[in-house]
């Protein structure tokens, strides 16, 4: 199994601040189609999953500009320029190359 | 607006089937999409579980495959998810969600459902 290693697990912010989350998977992610299948999603308290960004830079409907991916092969950030307060969740980075579908552990942010 | 919403018993007994369904409005199960069944748990997080596609082929995580089954129902646009010979350890909150395929690429789980917590105890 592809396996995603995240940091932090934690991450303090102050509104305004910008935010960034890592994401290493164990092997590449760069499908031979040439795209990357690296997704990353937030979970609100007591919500499902939502999808921010698919295909490791492309920002899903509806997400604010404020967050955007990137990455290649192995190695992948998820940022968001000024954390609001509505920000607050955890993040999942998820590989969707192969199967099994692999989850990152997740990243808590809060606001400081 | 697609909508997918899970039901089924909240509670399963060890060595029982889990039997969940999940509804979906707003899309066809028939599109070209596939559905998969995602699992949270506190202590390992989540956890792919499986997807079908309406032909009926269908995946599975190898580390459940012995256990899982998910069919689709096409007259009913739902599709479900049996897990057999249940123990503590499949106590979770259980996800179906969409798999948006568009033009060949995979762009991610756009639609979840709300959850629904299954608890494995006698």
């Known amino acids: 199994d592809i396996v995603l290693t995240q940091s932090p697990l934690s991450l303090p912010v102050a509104p305004g601040e910008p935010a960034s989350i890592s994401c290493r998977s164990s092997q590449s992610l760069l499908n031979t189609n040439g795209y990357l299948y690296l997704d990353w999603y937030m979970q609100k308290p007591g919500q499902s999953p939502q999808l921010l960004i698919y295909?490791?830079?492309n920002r899903a409907s509806g997400v604010p500009d404020r967050f955007s991916g990137s990455g290649s092969g192995t190695d992948f950030t998820l940022r968001i320029n000024r954390v609001e307060a509505e920000d607050v969740g955890v993040y999942y980075c998820m590989q969707a190359l192969q199967t099994p579908i692999t989850f990152g552990q997740g990243t808590r942010l809060e606001i400081k | 607006q697609v909508q997918l919403q899970e039901s089924g018993p909240g509670l399963a007994k060890p060595s029982g089937t889990l039997s969940l369904t999940c509804a979906v409005s707003g899309d066809s199960i028939s599109s070209n999409n596939w559905w998969s069944w995602v699992r949270q748990t506190p202590t390992k997080g989540l956890q792919w579980i499986g997807e079908i596609y309406h032909s009926g082929s269908a995946n599975y995580n190898p580390s459940l495959k012995s256990r899982v089954i998910i069919s689709v129902d096409k007259s009913k646009n739902t599709f479900s998810l049996n897990l057999t010979s249940v123990t503590a350890a499949d106590t979770a909150i259980y996800y179906c969600?969409?798999?948006?395929?568009?033009?060949?690429?995979?762009?991610?789980?756009?639609?979840w459902g709300q959850g629904t917590v299954v608890t494995v105890a006698s």
């Open positions: 295909l490791g830079s």
């Open positions: 969600a969409r798999s948006n395929f568009v033009r060949g690429l995979i762009e991610g789980y756009d639609y």
